[in-house]
């Protein structure tokens, strides 16, 4: 196992360059697509190894439940510094699995409750208008039947001021953004690198990158719907003038009140249409960076993989029959 147990954790860093260049030579759906399969494998393949080095480290613990075999200073010998490192992977893993549990029930309570909002509108009805003067606009996801509770299909919520906002061509424009959301399943590859960055916080930077990406996706759906660019872009810069906060922060948001990000999705939508390529050309600085961070994930999965495998082999000729 040696030092390769260690390296899915640092193997993260691979990825930040694409996360950075992929909005300039990528389609926003390839975009999301790639860093949220980075994400989740990198993120994978860390809580594995953390997962590992806690079996080493508890080992080597008193009184642990493990048959005395996987104290064998063979094993300790499979991992270099396995006394520090071991006992020091168990807090790690703890705190990793404690903030993605936190984080999931944060998702959960939050589209729960704003579906609970949405339940005194008439049933049915998309958009669904909340009688607020603030304006703000937002998809939430639907929810799978659970015994007792029947299927919430995913609604678009968009708030009388919001409405007020904006004219008639800019609110199709709205309705189109917020049902792309909900029709690509942006919720779930948002989801899914905020879990990743809880276990490793190397893969924070990828979760920024997603998240302005799905944003990107749905404005060229959008834009795509309405038939005119240059109006979705106006309806974006009018809906983050007059939005002042986030009233459920974790949904995807028509225009959230962020000073970066708005000004480079109208940008974009001002400029020409994004190529619709899967994977940035070779010889760029967006390809070279594509290949690094491929070949990191896959040197991560092939190191957590090599890890576990030498580890097992270890324990089993460690503990008697």
Not at 90 to 112: K, Q, Y
Not at 135 to 151: F, I, L, M
Not at 212 to 225: G, I, K, N
Request: proline residues 10%; contains cysteine; charged residues 15%.
């Amino acid at each position: 196992m040696g030092v390769f147990v260690f390296l899915p954790l640092v193997l993260p860093l691979t990825a930040l360059p694409i996360a950075r260049l992929a909005e300039q030579h990528l389609h926003p759906r390839a975009t999301t697509r790639l860093l949220t399969l980075l994400a989740v494998v990198l993120g994978l393949c860390s809580t594995l190894c953390l997962a590992l080095l806690v079996v080493v480290g508890t080992a080597q613990l008193r009184g642990n439940p493990l048959p005395d075999g996987w104290s064998d200073p063979e094993v300790r010998a499979a991992v270099p510094f396995a006394e520090v490192a071991g006992v020091a992977a168990i807090p790690l893993l703890a705190t990793a699995l404690t903030v993605c549990g936190a984080a999931l029930r944060r998702h959960r309570r939050i589209r729960a409750r704003t579906h609970r909002a949405l339940d005194g509108l008439p049933a049915g009805a998309d958009p669904a208008v909340l009688p607020d003067d603030e304006p703000y606009a937002y998809a939430v996801p639907g929810t799978p039947a659970r015994p007792g509770r029947p299927a919430r299909p995913g609604r678009v919520a968009v708030s009388r001021g919001m409405l007020r906002s904006l004219d008639g061509d800019e609110r199709r424009a709205l309705f189109a953004h917020e049902h792309a959301h909900l029709r690509c399943r942006h919720h779930r590859a948002l989801l899914a690198v905020r879990l990743a960055g809880c276990v490793n916080p190397l893969l924070l930077p990828l979760r920024s990158a997603v998240a302005f990406a799905t944003e990107r996706w749905a404005d060229e759906e959008a834009a795509q719907v309405v038939g005119d660019r240059r109006l979705t872009a106006r309806a974006v810069g009018k809906a983050a003038l007059v939005t002042r906060t986030a009233p459920e922060p974790g949904l995807a948001h028509f225009a959230a009140p962020e000073p970066g990000p708005v000004p480079r999705r109208v940008a974009a939508l001002l400029g020409p249409v994004p190529p619709a390529r899967h994977w940035p050309p070779t010889l760029t600085p967006a390809g070279l960076a594509a290949l690094v961070a491929a070949a990191g994930t896959a040197a991560s999965a092939v190191s957590a993989l090599n890890a576990a495998v030498a580890l097992f082999v270890v324990l089993k000729a460690a503990t008697p029959l």
